[in-house]
């Protein structure tokens, strides 16, 4: 169970990454100083590159992720999004974050993590 659980959780955070890999909307914020200063890289990262780069994106998984969101009722997807997608809105990270999740959502604890455990199994069932 721990296994599966692992692989379903890489797959839901995968779809999140896909969720956010889309456009900015609006215009972009700026990534840098538009002074001559702004080109200056210091001589401590010459020659190294980080990796720390995000994992990759599996589109296809996304995909079938995507389907199974966009299946689930509106409350359903609203506490998929509360606990994946916009946790520091619903405040999902805090100590207490589930009872805060659920009253974001405007639903109890108990169906809040009802909702959750359905969205997982049915996200399952589209994978195997």
């Given at each position: 169970m721990e296994k599966a659980a692992d692989w379903l959780?890489?797959?839901?955070?995968?779809?999140?990454r896909w969720c956010y890999s889309g456009?900015?909307?609006?215009?972009l914020p700026p990534t840098h100083c538009t002074s001559l200063e702004g080109g200056?890289?210091?001589?401590?990262y010459w020659g190294s590159e980080p990796d720390d780069r995000p994992p990759p994106i599996f589109v296809e998984h996304a995909l079938i992720v995507q389907r199974v969101f966009d299946s689930l009722t509106l409350i359903e997807r609203q506490t998929v999004k509360a606990e994946y997608i916009n946790v520091y809105d619903s405040k999902r990270w805090r100590e207490n974050g589930l009872a805060a999740a659920a009253?974001?959502?405007g639903v109890s604890v108990p169906a809040y993590?009802?909702?959750?455990?359905?969205?997982r199994q049915a996200i399952?069932?589209?994978f195997s």
């Open positions: 959780n890489h797959e839901i955070r995968n779809w999140v456009p900015y909307p609006g215009p200056y890289v210091s001589e401590a009253r974001y959502v993590e009802a909702m959750i455990l359905r969205a399952a069932r589209a």
